[in-house]
């Protein structure tokens, strides 16, 4: 079974810096190109990140670039997402999810951010 | 980026009716639109890729349709376990985009 499991969530204040880590099983991560979703409170899903299966390439959305860095671990099979300057806008739940050619097919259970002074 | 316009944000039905959920695209990303379900205490669920092609453990009574830039979500008879939010998504290019949600409520 496909399990995705988010850590590192918490309060932080406007400015200073997080680490998401996403750990997975029951398949080959390796194989798999790797994303971060988020979902700010009472609004809908907004994709964040995407990074290749062997890390070569990734991808942001234009509100994190030079803020937050996607990276990978194949040997630990594990994702993270490090989170530097952070706004009160990047308060949100943030979900990891396996990227098959843009179709995340599935999703951890997330884990929640909350920048706030 | 593209824009997806989901419709309508909220949806009430009986148990055994169908209902259809609508998401434009702001230009066309030929067929590669998504579904997802999401509900409480659960992973999100992917439902449909590629516009029409059920995700393995879907359901038959979904079913997707639609390429260029008009999609629709239609789910026949619908059971107690279906009624959660549903979102629809690009996958043609980068950034992906999602549409804004349709909450789907018993009536």
């Known amino acids: 079974e496909v399990q995705l499991v988010e850590s590192g969530g918490g309060l932080v204040q406007p400015g200073r810096s997080l680490k998401l880590s996403c750990a997975a099983s029951?398949?080959?991560?390796?194989?798999?190109?790797m994303a971060w979703v988020r979902q700010a409170p009472k609004k809908g899903l907004e994709w964040v990140a995407t990074?290749?299966?062997?890390?070569?390439?990734?991808y942001y959305r234009d509100s994190v670039k030079g803020r937050f860095t996607i990276s990978r671990d194949n040997a630990k099979s594990t994702l993270y997402l490090q989170m530097d300057s952070l706004r009160s806008e990047d308060t949100a739940t943030y979900y990891c999810?396996?990227?098959?050619?843009?179709?995340?097919?599935?999703w951890g259970q997330g884990a929640s951010v909350t920048v706030s002074s | 980026d593209v824009q997806m316009t989901q419709s309508p944000s909220y949806l009430a039905a009986s148990p055994g009716e169908s209902v259809s959920i609508s998401c434009k695209a702001s230009k066309s990303i030929n067929t590669y639109l998504a579904w997802y379900q999401e509900k409480p205490g659960k992973t999100n669920k992917l439902l449909i890729y590629?516009?029409?092609t059920l995700q393995s453990g879907t359901p038959s009574r979904f079913s997707g349709s639609g390429s260029g830039t008009d999609f629709t979500l239609t789910i026949r008879s619908l059971e107690p376990e279906d009624f959660a939010v549903y979102y629809c998504?690009?996958?043609?290019?980068?950034?992906?985009?999602f549409g804004s949600g349709t909450k789907l409520e018993i009536k």
């Open positions: 029951g398949f080959t991560f390796s194989d798999y190109n």
């Open positions: 999810a396996t990227d098959a050619t843009g179709v995340m097919d599935a």
């Open positions: 590629s516009g029409s």
């Open positions: 998504q690009q996958h043609n290019e980068y950034p992906l985009t």
């Open positions: 990074i290749s299966y062997d890390g070569s390439s990734t």
